[in-house]
């Protein structure tokens, strides 16, 4: 009597290769993933860039303050319709808050110089990803 089937080595021999295959694939889908997330806070720090130059155009100056994180400045070009709504954040995939441990945007004025400069962070705010200044 002949019996279909795969015998407990052939599984074994399976699952090694599988597990092999996952554990060099996985690492670099994550840091893909990381890559991806950085690249759109970068298109996010120019669409910034560029409402805060119409701001500029509108209002015939850079809205004012030091160290505005991105919702502060998301809430004054939305007054003046230079930007439509505060974006999300591509680590939470939700709009930004005060509270993001990843992706954060900062801006800082300087009335003396009139220069402002805009800056990313990426995965766990550690690394600077993007500075923007108008000087």
């Known amino acids: 009597m002949k019996k279909n089937g795969f015998t407990l080595i052939e599984l074994v ?5 599988i597990g092999l295959i996952s ?10 993933q990381t890559k991806a997330k950085e ?18 155009i509108t ?4 809205p004012g303050g030091d160290n505005l994180n991105i919702i502060e ?6 007054k ?9 954040n591509p680590f939470t ?10 992706g954060k945007i900062t801006y800082s004025y300087s009335e003396k110089s009139q220069s402002y400069t805009l800056t990313a ?6 690394k600077e990803l993007i500075t923007i200044k108008n000087f």
Do not use: Q
């Not at 995939?93 to 990843?102: I, M, Q």
């Open 59 to 62: 209002t015939g100056h850079y």
């Open 80 to 88: 003046t319709g230079d930007l439509i709504s505060i974006p999300k």
């Open 23 to 32: 554990s060099i694939f996985i690492p670099n889908f994550s840091s893909i």
């Open 39 to 56: 690249s759109s806070i970068k298109t996010i720090v120019h669409s910034l860039h560029t409402a805060i130059e119409s701001y500029f």
């Open 73 to 78: 400045l998301a809430s004054i070009l939305i």
């Open 121 to 126: 962070l990426g995965l766990n705010n550690e």
């Open 93 to 102: 995939g939700f709009e930004y808050s005060e509270t993001d441990s990843s």
């Open 13 to 17: 021999i399976v699952i090694s290769i």
